[in-house]
């Protein structure tokens, strides 16, 4: 069984700084964490941002480009969210998407994504 572990959620104020982690653990042969969504209260889930296989294709929601940077870790089969200068609407539900496919490029269709994180709330505060 695979399972996603995301890390690094919490209670912020506006303009402070989190770093999401996500490591799969359990049978992780071919399989790749690769992409990051949220969902608040209310609302649909949405793409965040997406890396490729080898970290050299990245995609980036529009809400959240320049502010936040994904990154990943080969070695260690990882994926990273570093989010800078929060805002409020940043508050909702991080999730990590895992893949067993090494796409030469970035997706951010949650289609192409097969195991999901738990979730990690990330609440900001004003």
């Known amino acids: 069984q695979v399972q996603l572990v995301e890390s690094g959620g919490g209670l912020v104020q506006t303009g402070d700084s989190l770093r999401l982690s996500c490591a799969a653990s359990g049978r992780t042969f071919r399989i790749y964490p690769m992409g990051w969504f949220r969902q608040a209260p209310g609302k649909e889930r949405e793409v965040v941002a997406a890396i490729n296989w080898s970290g050299s294709s990245t995609y980036y929601a529009s809400s959240v480009k320049g502010r936040f940077t994904i990154s990943r870790d080969n070695a260690k089969n990882t994926v990273h969210l570093q989010m800078n200068s929060l805002k409020p609407e940043d508050t909702a539900n991080y999730y990590c998407?895992?893949?067993?496919?090494?796409?030469?490029?970035?997706?951010?269709?949650?289609?192409?994504?097969?195991?999901w994180g738990q979730g990690t709330q990330v609440t900001v505060s004003s």
């Open positions: 998407a895992a893949t067993t496919n090494t796409y030469q490029r970035a997706t951010p269709d949650d289609r192409r994504y097969d195991y």
